[in-house]
T-cell receptor, first 111, second 113 residues
Framework: SQQGEEDPQALSIQEGENATMNCSYK?????LQWYRQNSGRGLVHLIL?????REKHSGRLRVTLDTSKKSSSLLITASRAADTASYFC???????????FGGGTRVLVKP | DTGVSQDPRHKITKRGQNVTFRCDPI?????LYWYRQTLGQGPEFLTY????????KSRLLSDRFSAERPKGSFSTLEIQRTEQGDSAMYLC???????????FGPGTRLTVL
């Protein structure tokens, strides 16, 4: 079963705009990770934030984590057409480090 | 290319047939995971190996499913007597035990007619 939900399920923006998506989860975690998936392909790891961290940056990506609310957000700044993909949050709850994924946000960046 | 390969990339089969998928992880990685992803959903955990030992299986892994990692390197996932509900993308991932990031392969897309 899915760990939580992502919001929105779909997002359409113009190139150059920022894209924000949110993820909620249900149980305690070691870390939370964001992955990108282009249509019909495998997942690419974007960024990891540990449970004791509140914010992390990587290039045009900014991730926040609020463990009290069991939620995270991913911000993509200055979006490009190549950012068009599905984005998934995944929690690592330690036991075996298996990942539990949300349902994903499908992002369309229009040129 | 993450370094994890899966074969075949696509498989079309008739209901009731058996299918087998292969995953070659990054060679130094001792943990290997299988996930299943249906259309429009996030991946769901199926099972994982620490070297050759299968340490956990999800409830999703019915008796028709079996996975092996005989020498602690590549892994196979077999589905016996396939059903239409088995149609999905089957993803493999690997990582170091002490690492954080899982590296995913491109997946095998199964279609059961």
């Amino acid at each position: 079963s899915q760990q939580g939900e992502e919001d929105p399920q779909a997002l359409s923006i113009q190139e150059g705009e920022n894209a924000t998506m949110n993820c909620s989860y249900k149980t305690s975690i070691n870390n939370l990770q964001w992955y990108r998936q282009n249509s019909g392909r495998g997942l690419v790891h974007l960024i990891l934030i540990r449970s004791n961290e509140r914010e992390k940056h990587s290039g045009r990506l900014r991730v926040t984590l609020d463990t009290s609310k069991k939620s995270s957000s991913l911000l993509i700044t200055a979006s490009r057409a190549a950012d068009t993909a599905s984005y998934f949050c995944a929690t690592d709850g330690a036991a075996g480090n298996k990942l539990t994924f949300g349902g994903g946000t499908r992002v369309l960046v229009k040129p | 290319d993450t370094g994890v390969s899966q074969d075949p990339r696509h498989k079309i089969t008739k209901r009731g047939q058996n299918v087998t998928f292969r995953c070659d992880p990054i060679s130094e990685h001792n943990r290997l995971y299988w996930y299943r992803q249906t259309l429009g959903q996030g991946p769901e955990f199926l099972t994982y190996f620490q070297n050759e030992a299968q340490l956990e299986k999800s409830r999703l892994l019915s008796d028709r499913f079996s996975a092996e990692r005989p020498k602690g390197s590549f892994s196979t996932l077999e589905i016996q007597r396939t059903e239409q509900g088995d149609s999905a993308m089957y993803l493999c991932a690997s990582r170091f035990t002490s690492g954080n990031e899982q590296f995913f392969g491109p997946g095998t897309r199964l279609t059961v007619l």
